[in-house]
């Protein structure tokens, strides 16, 4: 068997960091490009990193020709402080990414969305990622497939109060969110990351939407 390719844009965040592990460890892949903008410190035989300015992707395109995509993008509002820098990296670099990747030859891209993703929603954030969702339809990928966690869980290597508080509202509610709220469920980042590298490993072409529930399927 053929081994493949990949490449993942967020790999310090809390699910790419996870996924980058998975991938480099991984018996399928023999390259990982990791797209980021500083150093990773972290050394590995089959790891090309690759520090990239995320706005002239285009001129990385070399490093685009494989056979899946990972993008585990996002930030918050404290860290980007406008919604048109947020909107930047959570929508228009992981289509870019998208787009040079299909013009590169890549089969399956994968991507992190949120579980409210609406772009007809009048709040912020719902409406954006599902703006990403729409433009990540339109683009001609074989399969793609788009992962929709509830509220992540996990180590970030930084402090985000309400983040906080709700991770441990979910854990001692954990009771409550059962049948038909399971979906609203706390999920682990290595929990999104599993299930991403299950998916990418399906070789049926198609166009899916995970919800959280089905993630915590698919991971297991």
């Known amino acids: 068997m053929e081994e ?3 490449l993942i844009a967020g790999a310090t965040g809390l699910i790419g960091n996870e996924l980058l592990h998975i991938l480099l460890e991984s018996s399928e892949y023999k390259e990982v490009y990791a797209l980021v903008r500083n150093p990773l ?6 790891l090309k990193e690759v520090i990239v300015d995320f706005e002239r992707l285009n001129e990385f395109k070399q490093y685009f020709t494989v056979n899946d ?3 585990c993008l996002g930030t918050t509002i404290k860290k980007a402080k406008t919604q048109e820098a947020m909107y930047k990296i959570d929508v228009d670099y992981p289509v870019e990414i998208g787009r040079i990747a299909q013009e590169a030859g890549a089969r399956h891209y994968l991507v992190v969305s ?3 993703a609406d772009r007809k929603s009048k709040l912020f954030y719902p409406r ?3 703006e990403l969702e729409e433009k990540v339809r339109q683009l001609n990928f074989e399969q793609h497939s788009i992962f929709r966690p509830s509220l992540l869980l996990g180590n970030r290597g930084e402090f985000r109060l309400g ?7 979910f854990k001692c509610l954990k009771f409550i969110f059962t049948g038909p709220l399971q979906k609203y469920r ?3 980042g290595k929990t999104v990351a599993k299930a991403m590298y299950n998916v990418a490993q ?3 072409q198609g166009k899916v939407v995970y919800t959280s529930e089905e993630i915590e399927k698919i991971a297991k």
């Open 186 to 188: 706390a999920i682990e």
């Open 114 to 116: 949120s579980m409210n």
């Open 41 to 46: 410190k972290m050394n590995h035989p089959k």
């Open 163 to 169: 983040e906080e508080i709700a991770a441990v509202l």
């Open 128 to 130: 954006m990622k599902g």
């Open 202 to 204: 399906e070789k049926e």
């Open 4 to 6: 493949k390719t990949a």
């Open 69 to 71: 995509v990972f993008v």
